[in-house]
């Protein structure tokens, strides 16, 4: 088959194009908190309580009137102690204070905690040694957050810290968008996925590993299976009974313009297939298509680094429109080393970040080998990708460069 010829596309038209495949799920599923992480919030949520809900000492130390220890030191009858959830509300006169401890609420008659090493640690009486300020280690009821404040938005994705507040406000579960479902298969005579010994000409698939990873630290559930040969019949087969399982099939190889690529003809022939010369590097070729029912299934290109990458530009801003998060949010470093650009192409080069002693952030690439698409280990140990536009073709130390973060 004479592939027809592609039109070229930057990095940004090229997604564009594909975020036309999917639209944001409204859906939502409600879950324990327990099992929420990771998960994406389908709605605002507001605290059930206020935070502090009663004022509360801050300190182990001694609840006392201010007026009653203006004058340092001075000496004060013990008449009571409140420990951390003790539901005690004690009375002191004047002159007099209780023992209470970090966390316990604070007695009706008090206004300002001394903290225990500010005195002689008394259990009868105690000496204050040192005046205490206005208000002095009080936490007020709502301090933190009042009841009815929105603490979290939609779209906002359920970290440790976030659960947390969610369950200190009175929350014992949480809305959520349903995890999308992609299934993914690379595709190639060469490739062998059970660690099998290799024959000439052979290589261990390592594509499916890496996306299905990529889609589970990005909130979607992956769906993956052995290689597929490069058969039309099979491929074809294959996605009839399988792409409705899916919101979208990733397939890598067979997306260039070679004698073998089956991708790009089985989605030619069955799913009004388009392909394209993406101008980015690695990951010149990509291609899309609407396989019968409506799933779309995307073509990367089967180089180990070539996949990765295009899944980080062009894939993972899919799953962000469909789960309705924001997308991956871009930061600066500095080059701590130079190296080459291809003219004309949007460079997608692996770096590891580091701080400079001033705490500026740097970035070098993380295989001396550069972005060459078959350099498997360049991944291993990158922590971000370098963006570098196509009229650039020399980074030079010392040089701003647009990265993003894997994850």
């Known amino acids: 088959m004479i592939p027809a010829p592609r039109e070229s596309l930057s990095v940004a038209e090229y997604g564009a194009e594909l975020l036309r495949l999917v639209q944001p799920d409204r859906r939502s599923e409600r879950v324990r908190l ?20 009663f004022d509360n000492s801050a300190m182990d130390g001694y609840a006392v009137r201010r007026v009653d220890v203006l004058e340092t030191p001075a000496r004060l009858r013990v008449v009571g102690e409140v420990p951390a959830g003790s539901p005690e509300d004690p009375v002191a006169g004047p002159g007099e204070c209780v023992r209470i401890m970090t966390g316990a609420a604070l007695p009706g008659f008090a206004d300002s905690v001394v903290p225990v090493e500010n005195t002689d640690g008394g259990t009868d009486w105690v000496e204050i040694r040192v005046q205490p300020a206005v208000a002095a280690h009080v936490r007020r009821s709502g301090s933190d957050i009042a009841a009815g404040d929105v603490i979290a938005a939609a779209g906002d994705r359920l970290t440790p810290g976030l659960l947390g507040t969610l369950a200190g406000s009175g929350h014992t579960h949480a809305d959520v968008r349903p995890r999308p479902v992609a299934l993914v298969a690379s595709t190639g005579d060469e490739l062998v996925a059970d660690g099998s010994p290799l024959a000439r000409g052979q290589i261990h698939e390592s594509n499916a ?3 299905a990873a990529a889609l589970v630290r990005d909130g979607a559930q992956a769906l993956t299976g052995p290689p597929l040969r490069d058969d039309p019949e099979q491929l074809a087969e294959w996605l009839d ?21 089956v991708v790009r003809d089985v989605l030619v022939a069955h799913a009004g297939g388009t392909f394209r010369q993406v101008r980015m590097q690695p990951g010149k070729p990509q291609g899309w298509g609407l396989w019968p029912g409506g799933t779309p299934v995307i073509a990367l290109p089967g180089n180990p680094i070539s996949a990765a990458l295009s899944y980080e530009v062009l894939v993972r801003p899919l799953l962000a ?64 990708i370098a963006i570098v536009a196509e009229d650039v073709t020399d980074v030079v130390p010392g040089d701003l460069v647009t990265v993003r973060m894997f994850g």
Not at 36 to 49: E, K, M, Q, T
Not at 325 to 341: D, E, H, I, K, Q
């Open 34 to 53: 327990a099992e929420a992480g990771g998960r994406v919030l389908a709605g605002p949520v507001a605290s059930r309580v206020s935070i502090p809900s």
């Open 209 to 211: 590993v890496v996306l």
């Open 321 to 384: 429109r469909l789960l309705g998060t924001p997308s991956a949010r871009n930061l600066l470093a500095v080059a701590a080393a130079g190296w080459r650009s291809p003219a004309g192409r949007v460079q997608l080069q692996p770096v590891q970040l580091s701080s400079a002693e001033d705490g500026r952030l740097l970035a070098t690439p993380a295989h001396r080998g550069g972005s060459a698409s078959h350099l498997v280990t360049s991944l291993a140990h990158a922590d971000a």
């Open 241 to 261: 009974r399988n792409s409705g399982l899916a919101d979208f099939v990733i397939l890598t190889g067979g997306a260039s313009v070679g004698d073998y690529d």
